[in-house]
């Protein structure tokens, strides 16, 4: 690929004896959503961890925008950081803050904005992502799960990312409420022109939105492509997940 976005090589992952990830590489390409699959503690959340700095690999070299996310200085760092949003598995939201405030929060860190101006801009974040205005004042915790997670979306992309991680996004919502987030992404993506790298397990979202899916198996990225191409692939958990009921049901087959 060429200029991936986000480039991992050789990545190694252990706690104490557990060895999580082996010689793992991913490369992931500007604009595009890429889903991140795999049984459950293989890792998907570790390697979003890291890539975002977040959590230091035992070996390995992770590049975002062609810049190295270890073994860089605060400054570099912090201005690196800037250009990617993360939405973690929950939200992640400070229950303390009313959802607008919660979007304030990096802009606070960031950026040196007027009150004014920082609070005009959540607000647009706020409505980008779909809210109603009512919400903008309102704890998380007066939210649906659905709008909550919306919520973390709009803070995910409060400094104007080029990439947003997301980490199961769609967990924990009804069927209508995941579809809507799963429109939601992908309109984002195509007006904002983000790249996306989406953990998730829910066959719908790999089905209506992500352009290629990578798999994590063996400790490693075992395979990357589109959904039809993976589909060809002979491996037990792949075939089980991908040929199983849910994942036929997904494909609209009996
Ligand atoms: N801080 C930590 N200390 C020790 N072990 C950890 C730590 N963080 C993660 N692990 C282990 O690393 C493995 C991978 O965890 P991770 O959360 O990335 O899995 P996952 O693929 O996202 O799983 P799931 O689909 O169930 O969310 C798990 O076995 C987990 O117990």
Redesign the pocket.
Known sequence: MDDPVIRVRGLATR?GD?V?HEGLDLDVGRGEILGVI??????????LRQIVGLLEPAEGEIEVLGQPVRDTSPEEFRDLRRRWGVMFQGGALFSSLSVRENVEAPMREQMDLPDDLRRKLAAIKVRMVGLPDDAMDKPPSALSGGMRKRAGFARAIALDPEIVFLD?PTAGLDPIGAAALDVLVRQLRDALGLTVFL?T?DLDTLHAICDRVAV?AERRVLATGTLDELRDLRHEWLQAYLGGPRGRAARGEP
């Open positions: 706690f557990h999580v795999g049984g459950s503690g293989t890792g998907k959340s570790v390697l199961e953990v397990h994590l």
